[in-house]
């Protein structure tokens, strides 16, 4: 399935459409499972989340109104996640409010800031896997190994060249052509 | 001398000019504001990339882990309503 934008993506799963919920749950449900890794949840309860976030969804979904002009997908989702995850943890601690779970988990700033600080990074990588795997369907795979190599995982140009067997001035006019489409895919996905 | 092209920045960035025409561009650097810019945006652009290039391995992993936990393979999602 190539890359569906977010409000068709929400409008086929309010249909009922079986492969909106899978790319859904292709994509975000690492996000889901990095945010109850970061909140520390047992195998069972991540399970439990993954599938409290997706019912949680499905009963919003009849009412559920994507306007991106009130507010973001992400922010959406984030809100969603967390609402789950203190469930689970309430559950876990057997605590008897909501608040109280709240201010006991928001209680350590640093934590908190931390979080965010890679929820946001994480957020920022699953936009560049999308774009960069929506340009695998565009670009030759050498150019993209290229880029891959010299850009994400710092390697040398000239052992990139060696390892391709082409000349360096290729190395670096592959990794200008995908950083070139990269840019203008980010800014669709951003959009989108 | 004209503005320098995107590609041989970044091979500047990487000391991979020519000795000449690195002094070349070195002066031309020292000189034009919008070329020094861009260099810089360039710089930003890659440390950034960098990080997001970490950040996609642990998305890696979680998307592996998800896949294999099957935690999504359960089947239609219901409501839980009926339970």
Not at chain 2, 21 to 39: D, N, V, Y
């Amino acid at each position: 399935m190539g890359f569906v934008t977010i409000p068709s993506m929400l409008a086929d799963m309010k249909s009922g459409d079986d492969s909106a919920w899978a790319y859904f749950t292709r994509y975000y449900g690492p996000l889901i499972w990095l945010r109850g890794n970061d909140y520390h949840l047992t195998p069972s309860e991540q399970e439990e989340l993954s599938q409290d976030v997706l019912v949680a969804f499905f009963k919003a979904q009849d009412h559920f109104e994507y306007k991106p002009e009130l507010g973001r997908f992400r922010d959406y989702l984030r809100t969603v996640i967390k609402h789950c995850i203190f469930q689970i943890l309430r559950r876990r601690q057997k605590l008897s409010s909501q608040t109280e779970l709240e201010e006991g988990i928001a209680f350590d700033e640093n934590e908190e800031a931390r979080r965010e600080q890679a929820e946001e990074e994480e957020w920022q990588a699953h936009v560049y896997s999308l774009a960069l795997e929506e340009l695998g369907r565009e670009l030759k795979p050498r150019k993209l190994q290229a880029f891959r190599m010299c850009r994400l995982e710092n390697k040398d140009p000239k052992e990139v060249a060696k390892f391709q067997k082409v000349s360096l001035a290729t190395v670096y006019n592959d990794c200008n052509e995908v950083m070139n489409s990269l840019r203008e895919k980010i800014k669709e996905l951003s959009e989108a | 001398m004209k503005h320098i092209d995107e590609i041989e920045l970044e091979q500047y960035l990487d000391g991979n000019v020519p000795l000449i025409r690195r002094g070349l561009i070195s002066m031309h650097l020292r000189k034009c504001t919008l070329c020094a810019e861009r260099l810089e945006a360039l710089r930003k652009e890659r440390e950034e990339l960098l990080n997001i290039g970490q950040t996609m391995v642990r998305l890696v992993h979680a998307r592996e882990t998800v896949t294999q936990s099957g935690f999504y393979n359960s089947g239609k999602v219901s409501s839980g309503d009926d339970e």
